[in-house]
């Protein structure tokens, strides 16, 4: 069975830093991309960052570019979102994503507030 379980979200100052964790499993890690969304209150759930395993290639959102950064480790199989220089407009939940032969996974989310 597909998992993928976030962790590390929480309340932070404007400025400030966050390592955003996703543990996958029941699935062979190195082979698909894992992406993180985000969805602020009364908006549309956008894209962040991902990470194609197979290669190590990223991408990320204009919007968060230069401030966060996706990063895998192939042994715990978890991929990270270190957040730096957080603003008050990063505030949302945020979201696993993984693509696994053709259906979609979603973790549960964790919340991210980041205080002015």
């Known amino acids: 069975e597909v998992q993928l379980v976030e962790s590390g979200g929480g309340l932070v100052q404007a400025g400030g830093s966050l390592r955003l964790s996703c543990a996958a499993s029941g699935f062979t890690f190195d082979d698909y991309a894992i992406a993180w969304f985000r969805q602020a209150p009364g908006k549309e759930r956008e894209g962040v960052s991902v990470i194609n395993n197979s290669d190590g290639s990223t991408y990320a959102a204009d919007s968060v570019k230069g401030r966060f950064t996706i990063s895998s480790d192939n042994v715990k199989n978890t991929v990270y979102l270190q957040m730096n220089s957080l603003k008050p407009e990063d505030t949302a939940d945020y979201y696993c994503?993984?693509?696994?032969?053709?259906?979609?996974?979603w973790g549960q989310g964790t919340q991210v507030t980041v205080s002015s």
């Open positions: 994503y993984a693509n696994v032969a053709g259906r979609a996974y």
